[in-house]
């Protein structure tokens, strides 16, 4: 059995369309946005704050994946603290002890970067 050309064009043809078919989309390929691993945010003086602990954001917390201690890094500086997680602050700002931040050579509203301790 001889296959006539326009049988053979015809078969290349569904050929191709079958391999476009395998091809993901361009969007498919991108990939998800991973959580970002630190934060530059505003320091801010609060005298109810004990030396040693940060008050930060419910919602800044969740998206650094900050649980127990955060690290506050300035200048090539970087110090431990713990952490008090409080709803209703704005998540652009956390909030220290007087004494860490003159450790830290800080003034109030500051710009420190903030991530998760490991």
């Not at 991108?30 to 940060?54: L, N, Y």
């Not at 954001?57 to 200048?75: H, M, P, R, W």
């Not at 970087?78 to 450790?103: H, S």
């Amino acid at each position: 059995m001889k296959m006539s050309k326009e049988e053979k064009e015809e078969e290349k043809k569904i050929d191709v369309k079958s391999l476009v078919n395998i091809i993901p989309p361009a969007s498919s390929l991108k990939k998800s946005k991973a959580p970002p691993k630190e934060k530059r945010v505003k320091m801010r003086k609060r005298p109810d704050v004990d030396q040693g602990i940060i008050l930060i954001s419910n919602k800044l917390a969740n998206e650094l994946g900050i649980t127990e201690e955060v690290e506050v890094s300035v200048k090539g500086r970087r110090a431990k603290f713990k952490v008090i997680i409080q709803d209703g602050l704005p998540e652009t700002e956390i909030y220290g002890n007087e004494a860490d931040m003159i450790k830290l050579g800080l003034e109030d509203n500051s710009t420190v970067s903030v991530r998760a301790s490991k």
